[in-house]
């Protein structure tokens, strides 16, 4: 699967995963979620089936764009901000804390810079569903 997260220098978390829906045509789903980034399709809000690779991915990038205590009902969840760490960063804190709270995924980071300033890092987190020899 390609990374679905990757944070910019600024602290942003760009996103394009693959399970934001566009087709006016959706196939019906049991346990239905809400497609993360939230997306409007010609045919209502986006949803993606529970327990498959895009649902997976897609909570993993919730957790990804929270920083944590912004829950006020959940202070534990979300990831540490990365906006203003020294270098190098944590990654396997990140991929532990993503780990903690998605158990149902097979995580990983890579840390490399972002562009020609050194002090500018680009984080791309890779997301695969755990099992079938993921981990």
């Not at 203003?84 to 149902?104: C, K, M, N, S, Y």
């Amino acid at each position: 699967m390609s990374p679905i997260l990757v944070f910019d220098d600024t602290g942003t978390t760009i996103a394009t995963p693959t399970s934001t829906p566009t087709s006016s045509v959706q196939t019906p789903v049991e346990l239905p979620h809400f497609a993360a980034p939230f997306a409007w399709t010609d045919t209502g809000a986006g949803v993606l089936e529970q327990d498959t690779p895009d649902e997976i991915a897609a909570c993993v990038f919730n957790i990804a764009s929270c920083p944590v205590a912004f829950l006020a009902h959940d202070p534990e969840f979300g990831i540490d901000d990365l906006s203003f760490a020294t270098l190098p960063l944590d990654i396997d804190g990140l991929v532990a804390d993503l780990d903690r709270q998605e158990p149902r995924a097979s995580i990983t980071a890579i840390d490399s810079p972002d562009g020609l300033d050194v002090t500018s890092r680009a984080v791309t987190v890779d997301v695969s569903p755990r099992g079938a020899g993921n981990g």
